[in-house]
């Protein structure tokens, strides 16, 4: 099959800048619902890379996330909500950018064109075949990425990817690739827009689907998220009210004794017993 890209091609409006703000805003949304639509698509291929993260990790493996601008900085962002949503070590699940630390917020030229410096950051992080490596980037062919996974392959490590165009070059270097197709952007070219939108689908989707399944909500609740402000141990104390039926006074304590939701339901549960 020949690699096209379809998140390069023409938008399929043209004259943008004499749209009204309406009109602008109406569109965008009208290409955004197609989004949703596509992800659904590849739901089982999603379904079969989380039960190989799932399993990796129940033997002590992490998830990584690597790519560069747009791609790289929703791959941070995942990663960095798991310890408070999740209550997990930032070393479970890591996001890397090409150009380091600076490049989330400034570009950093040419740093995705690095064919080796994505391995190289990979290793600072002890990589092991019991990791697995998840490749983001909408045009498929981001070289810092596909280098870093070429050797994640060599080293038996379990690699997949998120990208936005059919049979790309990431795609055909990924155990698990994610292919979500959501055509032409709007602004021809700015995969910020629908391919962004799409990653961050299914980032979602991989880490919380596989934070569930290792035992990290209790019902629907995040019981092992971080009390790191008024509002998180607000809502924790309502967890616990709800769960145990006790006052709110009592919750309280419960939680200032345990600082954790489920230690402190748990711990009620074997005092009443």
Known sequence: MEFIKTTEQDSKYNHLEKMSVSELLTNINNEDKNVPLAVEKVIPKIENL?????????NGGRLFYIGAGTSGRLGIVDASECPPTFGVSHELVVGLIAGGDIAIRKAVEFAEDDTEQG??????????????VIGIAASGTTPYVIGALKECNKHNILT????????????????????????????????RMKAGTAQKLVLN????????????????KMVDMQLSNHKL???????????????????????EQYKNVRLAISNYDKKNK
């Open 233 to 255: 141990v607000e809502r924790g104390v309502k967890m616990i009210m709800s769960e145990l039926q006790i006052p709110s006074e009592e919750a309280k304590k419960l939680l």
């Open 205 to 220: 989707m991989i880490s919380t689907a596989a934070m569930i399944q290792l035992g990290k909500i209790k019902g629907n």
């Open 50 to 58: 989380v039960s190989d993260i799932v399993a990796r990790m129940k």
């Open 160 to 191: 997949g990817c998120i990208t936005c165009n059919q049979n790309s070059p990431l795609s055909n270097v990924s155990k698990h690739p994610i292919e979500v197709i959501v055509g032409s952007e709007f602004v021809t070219g700015s995969s």
């Open 119 to 132: 391995w190289k950051d990979l290793q600072q992080h002890k990589i092991t075949p019991k990791d697995t």
